[in-house]
T-cell receptor
Framework: AQSVAQPEDQVNVAEGNPLTVKCTYSVSGNPYLFWYVQYPNRGLQFLLKYITGDNLVKGSYGFEAEFNKSQTSFHLKKPSALVSDSALYFCAVRDGRYSSASKIIFGSGTRLSIRP | EPEVTQTPSHQVTQMGQEVILRCVPISNHLYFYWYRQILGQKVEFLVSFYNNEISEKSEIFDDQFSVERPDGSNFTLKIRSTKLEDSAMYFC???????????????FGQGTRLTVV
């Protein structure tokens, strides 16, 4: 069964410092991996995805994520954090093995807090 | 930029009542989804819908739930007899193609917060 783990409930970073939000996954086939962000009172916004190709994926708002097959990880990163990055971040996965599978599985979420 | 819209943003209902949550997906999208997020917990898949029928559903999506695309633009989730544990944020999503397509991602609405009292 596919699953996603986000080991940190909260990450605190000072503005201007690099940030990392961790994600590990478990799927039987090739993973399709996603990051979504949820701002207060807003829906889930797509940030980036990995399907195939370059292990480093660049997305919205300066975020990037690195796919590491050996460690089954897909950590979200940003070189320099902004206070406006403070939000709830969800990693998600879909098992690429089944072409008819239509659902994605979300992690529990990590609350990112950027202090000025 | 096109977006998925959901109404109402917050609904309070008494236990045992029926509720209908409404969603307008992005107009050229063909696949539709409902997810829910119980307060403090992860976002959970409920159901996916394509070509006027359910394509996949989770164990959460039991007989009290139903989905419908009544008029070609709205996509609704009906809960027949609400229970206290149905209280959650319900997210609608849509995608242009099936999520196995490499060029597709799901776009989510802002959610409807359902409170069952």
């Amino acid at each position: 069964a596919q699953s996603v783990a986000q080991p940190e409930d909260q990450v605190n970073v000072a503005e201007g410092n690099p940030l990392t939000v961790k994600c590990t996954y478990s799927v039987s086939g090739n993973p399709y991996l996603f990051w979504y962000v949820q701002y207060p009172n807003r829906g889930l916004q797509f940030l980036l995805k990995y399907i195939t190709g370059d292990n480093l994926v660049k997305g919205s708002y300066g975020f990037e994520a690195e796919f590491n097959k050996s460690q089954t990880s897909f950590h979200l990163k940003k070189p320099s954090a902004l206070v406006s990055d403070s939000a709830l971040y969800f990693c998600a996965v879909r098992d690429g093995r089944y072409s008819s599978a239509s659902k994605i599985i979300f992690g529990s979420g990590t609350r990112l807090s950027i202090r000025p | 930029e096109p977006e998925v819209t959901q109404t109402p943003s917050h609904q309070v209902t008494q236990m045992g009542q029926e509720v209908i949550l409404r969603c307008v997906p992005i107009s050229n999208h063909l696949y539709f989804y409902w997810y829910r997020q119980i307060l403090g917990q992860k976002v959970e898949f409920l159901v996916s819908f394509y070509n006027n029928e359910i394509s996949e559903k989770s164990e959460i999506f039991d007989d009290q739930f139903s989905v419908e695309r009544p008029d070609g633009s709205n996509f609704t989730l009906k809960i027949r007899s609400t229970k206290l544990e149905d209280s959650a944020m319900y997210f609608c999503a849509s995608s242009e193609a099936i999520l196995s397509s490499s060029n597709t991602e799901a776009f989510f609405g802002q959610g409807t917060r359902l409170t069952v009292v």
